[in-house]
Nanobody, 122 residues
Framework: QVQLVESGGGLVQAGGSLRLSCAAS????????MGWYRQVPGKQRELVAA???????NYADSVKGRFTISRGNDKNTMYLQMSSLKPEDTAVYYC????????????????WGQGTQVTVSS
């Protein structure tokens, strides 16, 4: 099985910064795209940022210029550097990954982490 574990969430004042990490472990041949999503109670989970195995990135308009997504050299870790945080960034942040379990796997399987809470106070 594959596990995604997020860390780095917490409470921060508006204007501050946090760095989220996601570590993938288990039976992994390769990881294609990875992404950060967030969700607040009563709303749908939304994409914050995504990154491909080649390093191409895309961001939600609401975080462009403030958040930076990256992957570690081993390609099984992912980070989200969040700066100039706003109260509206408050949410549970989830790690997501498309994982190929073996060289013979024809398709990647999608996995989610358990989430980490980010709270931005005004």
């Amino acid at each position: 099985q594959v596990q995604l574990v997020e860390s780095g969430g917490g409470l921060v004042q508006a204007g501050g910064s946090l760095r989220l990490s996601c570590a993938a472990s288990g039976v992994i041949f390769s990881i294609n795209a990875m992404g950060w999503y967030r969700q607040v109670p009563g709303k749908q989970r939304e994409l914050v940022a995504a990154i491909t195995s080649a390093g191409s990135t895309n961001y939600a308009d609401s975080v462009k210029g403030r958040f930076t997504i990256s992957r570690g050299n081993d390609k099984n870790t992912m980070y989200l550097q969040m700066s100039s945080l706003k109260p509206e960034d408050t949410a549970v942040y989830y790690c997501n990954a498309d994982v190929r379990l073996s060289i013979s796997a024809r398709e990647a399987l999608n996995y989610w982490g358990q989430g980490t809470q980010v709270t931005v106070s005004s």
